[in-house]
T-cell receptor
Framework: KAGVTQTPRYLIKTRGQQVTLSCSPI?????VSWYQQTPGQGLQFLFE???????NKGNFPGRFSGRQFSNSRSEMNVSTLELGDSALYLC?????????????FGNGTRLTVT | AQSVSQHNHHVILSEAASLELGCNYS??????LFWYVQYPGQHLQLLLK??????LVKGIKGFEAEFIKSKFSFNLRKPSVQWSDTAEYFC??????????????FGKGTKLSVKP
């Protein structure tokens, strides 16, 4: 089974621009979560989607948004980029079996904002 | 707000030494608890989890963790570490206590270096 795939692996953007990151979950997984990882703040939850609906949302400004498609693939968008948005963005997917469905993480997209 | 504290930023041990990594969380309700591990160059993966029942849970590669509700703790232990255990370890909490594992609150991680 292929793992969680995130594209692109690396991105360099300029302050004020917007960016879209993509995540393909493991086949059959309907839940997708996004996390931001930085050296200072560690791993912080952004949002979780299940069957195209946002199920939970972390404490991030409205510039961070996401969506999930009918095939469970997910995208997250960051508008009006700030230097502080430089981070590793991780996507994770899980199945529908509750406690028996752990998160499977991708390798992340490294975003650098200059 | 809910939070997770990992007491050690970096732990250095020799092979065969015993390991205990501390984790405390701040949330008074029902919690699900997790330890994730990230080996060098690899993605995060689940080491073990606690939902309910026996507070001593066993995970992969000989790791175990004990949930002590009165101390809001979920410390990770291994009796004898190996060089291959060198990795970064993350404690996490699902503060809603529900079945979904998607919205986790992570600690900042502990880097473990095991000297051969």
């Amino acid at each position: 089974k292929a793992g969680v795939t995130q594209t692109p692996r690396y991105l360099i953007k300029t302050r004020g621009q917007q960016v879209t990151l993509s995540c393909s979950p493991i086949s059959g997984h309907r839940s997708v979560s996004w996390y931001q990882q930085t050296p200072g703040q560690g791993l912080q939850f952004l949002f979780e989607y299940f069957s195209e609906t946002q199920r939970n949302k972390g404490n991030f400004p409205g510039r961070f948004s996401g969506r999930q498609f009918s095939n469970s693939r997910s995208e997250m968008n960051v508008s009006t980029l700030e230097l502080g948005d430089s981070a590793l963005y991780l996507c994770a997917s899980s199945g529908t079996n509750g406690r028996n469905s752990p998160l499977h993480f991708g390798n992340g997209t490294r975003l650098t904002v200059t | 707000a809910q939070s997770v504290s990992q007491h050690n930023h970096h732990v250095i041990l020799s092979e065969a030494a015993s390991l205990e990594l501390g984790c405390n969380y701040s949330y008074g309700g029902t919690v699900n608890l997790f330890w994730y591990v990230q080996y060098p160059g690899q993605h995060l993966q689940l080491l073990l989890k606690y939902f309910s029942g026996d507070p001593l849970v066993k995970g992969i590669k000989g790791f175990e963790a004990e949930f002590i509700k009165s101390k809001f703790s979920f410390n990770l232990r291994k009796p004898s570490v190996q060089w291959s255990d060198t990795a970064e370890y993350f404690c996490a909490v699902n503060a809603h206590g529900g079945g979904s594992q998607g919205n986790l609150i992570f600690g900042k991680g502990t880097k473990l270096s095991v000297k051969p």
